[in-house]
């Protein structure tokens, strides 16, 4: 199983830009297809954006053109860099392995705080 572990997550003031990462450990991580998720206050988790093993990407529709999916295999580390920040985009983001069907595989991790406002 992976064990995964989210950072980046800081204040930001409106149209602000932050770089999430998620460093993965405990099995091989270029197998696994990815995601990011977050959880605002109040809010159902939801799922940001994903990357396939073979580094296809896809978006919600809330963040498309603003936020890009990385990852980088020989680190066993996936990024989210987060521009045009909104103050919508508050909340705890989370990464996890996928099954190809979307389902999360692994265990949550403690994630990381994204805090937009002035």
């Known amino acids: 199983q992976v064990q995964l572990v989210e950072s980046g997550g800081n204040l930001v003031q409106p149209g602000g830009s932050l770089r999430l990462s998620c460093a993965a450990s405990?099995?091989?991580?270029?197998?696994?297809?990815m995601g990011w998720y977050r959880q605002a206050p109040g809010k159902q988790r939801e799922l940001v954006a994903h990357?396939?093993?073979?580094?296809?990407?896809n978006y919600a529709d809330s963040v498309r053109g603003r936020f890009t999916i990385s990852r980088d295999n020989t680190k066993n580390t996936m990024y989210l860099q987060m521009n045009s920040l909104k103050a919508e985009d508050t909340a705890v983001y989370y990464c996890?392995?996928?099954?190809?069907?979307?389902?999360?595989?692994?265990?949550w991790g403690q994630g990381t705080q994204v805090t937009v406002s002035s």
């Open positions: 990357i396939t093993e073979g580094g296809s990407t």
């Open positions: 405990g099995s091989i991580f270029s197998m696994y297809d």
């Open positions: 996890n392995t996928r099954s190809p069907g979307g389902e999360v595989t692994s265990r």
